[in-house]
């Protein structure tokens, strides 16, 4: 029996798709990956400009600034599918997060989540990823590390100065 277990977790690891290699479009419309630049670990957010949490922008600058020199990528996914909270464009998001939170993390295009859902969440929420489910609302967060894997996820109300956060990014980026 213990052995049929490890099989079927060994058969699930290497079905796990790279989440670094997906494509992805910058917040100009660029086609890039989240591994392009050879992160230790990219923490995934779909984000919102008019949500209760989105506040967190503040947060999650602090972790860019925080642990940028050390390999960590924070990746901001604007997404219009959790209560419309993200109606603007992405010259009208890249604006609103500039100015209002200072933000300099990667931000990206608009993503669907819901529905006909961008690749790459589709990815994070599969069976394969380890941590299957949908993306209840808008700063939702995913951890990837360098091969490519979900370690980690976390509701909307886990702040980025969550303690269990940061020491699981500490350990990602080791």
Not at 96 to 113: A, G, L, Q, W
Not at 126 to 132: D, V
Request: one cysteine or more.
């Amino acid at each position: 029996m213990r052995l049929f277990a490890l099989l079927l977790i060994m058969t699930s690891l290497s079905a796990a798709p790279d989440l670094l290699r997906i494509p992805v479009k910058d917040i100009d419309g660029k086609e890039t990956t989240l591994g392009a630049g050879k992160p230790k670990a990219v923490l995934v957010v779909n984000v919102a400009s008019a949500c209760g949490y989105t506040r967190q922008y503040a947060g999650l600058q602090d972790l860019h600034e925080a642990f940028k020199d050390k390999g960590l990528v924070v990746a901001g996914f604007p997404c219009n599918d959790f209560g419309g909270q993200e109606p603007g464009d992405e010259r009208e998001i890249r604006r609103f997060c500039s100015t209002r939170f200072k933000v300099t993390f990667p931000m990206f295009s608009k993503v669907r989540i819901k529905g006909d859902a961008h690749p790459l969440f589709e990815a994070l929420t599969s069976k394969e990823s380890g941590q299957p489910g949908p993306v209840s609302w808008n700063f939702g967060k995913f951890l990837i590390g360098s091969d490519g894997r979900l370690i980690a996820r976390y509701d909307s109300g886990v702040e980025p100065d969550d303690a269990k956060l940061r020491a699981d990014i500490e350990k990602a980026l080791k």
